[in-house]
């Protein structure tokens, strides 16, 4: 879905800037920053601290697959300096918004960059794949490697645009990659004893999981990334699960929930509506939160069933 402009900008500007403020910054020289998702949003504040000023396009508790810009969103990206979006098609909304926004001067990131990517399409190439993953999987923030290349990245972007303050950006990576190498080591060792599990998310936001805690998914219950699931298929998820042990079903909550309801009780597993996103949950309060709170439910879910 694309976002259309009904208005000139000019006249979109006059409408809603008064509304539209950032803010007011700390100090006169903080970069202003605008980021589609909250994890990032997360990241840039972790990375800049008090020389930075941020704000995510995509609300807490949504997803930017599935997200539609407003009019305001515009004006953040008009008087931002630095755009930091994930990349690989997940933000193809923001393409358009960059480009209205009238801003010859924005530099923009994206994080994807330096990340060892799934789900890479061979070959041709068209949304007949599905939705939105044209690319390879975007979903990889659950993944606290590719976290760590992330918050690199944003560390790079920040440093290009105001080099002034890399040494300070560089202090606050070192602090955060020493947050996550700990952090790592308490997830790995909470997740060992779950190694080989299977088990069936609702969409393919969880193939970067599998891959850093050695989990296994045979299927999505998706057909195709953005198809939501026939009766049919939902039947076959059912017969997967009876038949190769599947553990547990994975779901977000602005994905349907009640189909992963049905196949749970059906099957007889447990289900886990989780949001995985920064800003899901008030536990998910940072990165490094968001994704102790994932590892957190996810080990109840599979500990309270046995192995
Ligand atoms: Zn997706």
Request: glycine share 6%; charged share 20%.
């Amino acid at each position: 879905m694309r976002f259309k402009y009904k208005y000139s900008f000019a006249f979109l500007l006059l409408l809603f800037m008064p509304l539209l403020a950032w803010p007011p910054p700390a100090s006169a020289a903080v970069v202003k920053i605008v980021t589609t998702t909250t994890d990032l949003a997360s990241l840039a504040t972790t990375i800049g601290g008090d020389k930075v000023a941020v704000q995510s396009l995509v609300p807490n508790g949504f997803n930017a697959d599935l997200y539609s810009p407003r009019p305001s969103d515009l004006f953040k990206i008009h008087q931002a300096q630095l755009f930091i979006m994930v990349g690989l098609g997940l933000e193809d909304w923001a393409r358009d918004l960059v480009s209205e926004a009238n801003n010859a001067n924005l530099v923009k990131a994206q994080v994807s960059t330096g990340i060892a990517l799934l789900d890479v399409p061979q070959g041709h190439v068209d949304y007949s794949f599905g939705d939105i993953h044209p690319y390879g999987n975007p979903h990889f923030q659950l993944d606290p490697e590719a976290g760590r290349q992330m918050a690199k990245n944003v560390f790079n972007a920040l440093a290009y645009v105001d080099p002034s303050d890399k040494d300070y950006f560089a202090q606050n990576l070192a602090a955060f990659e020493s947050q996550l190498t700990d952090a790592e080591k308490k997830w790995t060792a909470e997740m060992a004893p779950f190694a080989g599990v299977k088990f069936i998310p609702y969409h393919e936001s969880w193939d970067y999981f599998a891959r850093a805690f050695n989990l296994q998914i045979p299927e999505s219950i998706e057909s195709k990334p953005g198809f939501p699931p026939s009766p049919a298929r939902v039947e076959e998820i059912i017969r997967t699960c009876r038949a190769d042990g599947v553990r547990l079903i994975v779901t977000e909550p602005y994905y349907d929930v009640s189909v992963a309801q049905l196949i749970s009780q059906q099957a007889g597993i447990p289900y886990l509506n989780l949001y995985i996103d920064v800003g899901g949950t008030p536990e998910q309060k940072d990165y490094i939160s968001t994704v102790d709170y994932v590892v957190t439910q996810f080990v109840k879910a599979l500990g309270n069933h046995g192995k």
